[in-house]
Antibody, heavy 118, light 113 residues
Framework: EVQLLESGGGLVKPGGSMTLSCRTS????????MSWVRQAPGKGLQYLGR??????????EYAGPVQGRFSISRDESQDTLFLHMNRVKTDDTGIYYC?????????WGQGTLVTVSS | DIVMTQSPDSLAMSLGERATINCKSS????????????LAWYQQKPGQPPQLLIY???TRKTGVPDRFIGSGSGTDFTLTINDLQAEDVAVYYC?????????FGGGTRVEIK
């Protein structure tokens, strides 16, 4: 069974940085293309970006609102996905989901809440 | 970016009735080389993460009840929920996987009348 466990959320000040982690199990992470999606409080789903497996180049791409501020990386020795968030804004507040999939999102973690506030 | 527009925003149906949700993309999500529509549907129950219901516009994920039916092609898609059950109360989202950035519809809330 695919399992995704996010961690690292919490309170961060505007302009600050935070890194989210996603520990994975139940599938071959080294072959998996992964994504991050977030959900602002009471709002819909917003795709943030995705990353290929290292064997497929390990390249990442991002949605416009986070391009240049967020980056996605992976540690295949630890089956872990990361989301590095820099220069955060109050609009970045929300639940951040680690997602298994690159075109369609077939499994989701429970999410971790990030609150950007002074 | 491809804009996904869902309608209605919400609907309230009685148990056993049929619910119909529409999703329209600002450009075709049909990839002609493989004749596949890059369109998925998700269900998000209160307090839970979304779950994939349907992909390639009409293929149900394993374990999804057959009362959930996806249809459509190109730019117009429909999710039909037959014989609405209490456990179907949720927000439903469509999503295109045709081109980056991937985008979601705004969601349709389904409630029991």
């Amino acid at each position: 069974e695919v399992q995704l466990l996010e961690s690292g959320g919490g309170l961060v000040k505007p302009g600050g940085s935070m890194t989210l982690s996603c520990r994975t199990s139940g599938f071959t992470f080294t072959q998996a293309w992964m994504s991050w999606v977030r959900q602002a409080p009471g709002k819909g789903l917003q795709y943030l970006g995705r990353i290929k497996s290292n064997s497929d180049g390990g390249t990442a791409e991002y949605a416009g609102p986070v391009q240049g501020r967020f980056s996605i990386s992976r540690d295949e020795s630890q089956d872990t996905l990361f989301l590095h968030m820099n220069r955060v804004k109050t609009d970045d507040t929300g639940i951040y989901y680690c997602v298994y999939g690159y075109i369609f999102f077939s499994a989701w973690g429970q999410g971790t809440l990030v609150t950007v506030s002074s | 970016d491809i804009v996904m527009t869902q309608s209605p925003d919400s609907l309230a149906m009685s148990l056993g009735e049929r619910a119909t949700i529409n999703c329209k993309s600002s450009q075709s999500v049909l990839y002609t080389s493989n004749n596949k529509d890059y369109l998925a549907w998700y269900q998000q129950k209160p307090g839970q993460p979304p779950q994939l219901l349907i992909y390639w516009a009409s293929t149900r994920k394993t374990g999804v009840p057959d009362r959930f039916i996806g249809s459509g092609s190109g730019t117009d898609f429909t999710l039909t929920i037959n014989d609405l059950q209490a456990e179907d109360v949720a927000v439903y989202y469509c999503q295109q996987g045709y081109s980056a950035p991937l985008t979601f519809g705004g969601g349709t809330r389904v409630e029991i009348k």
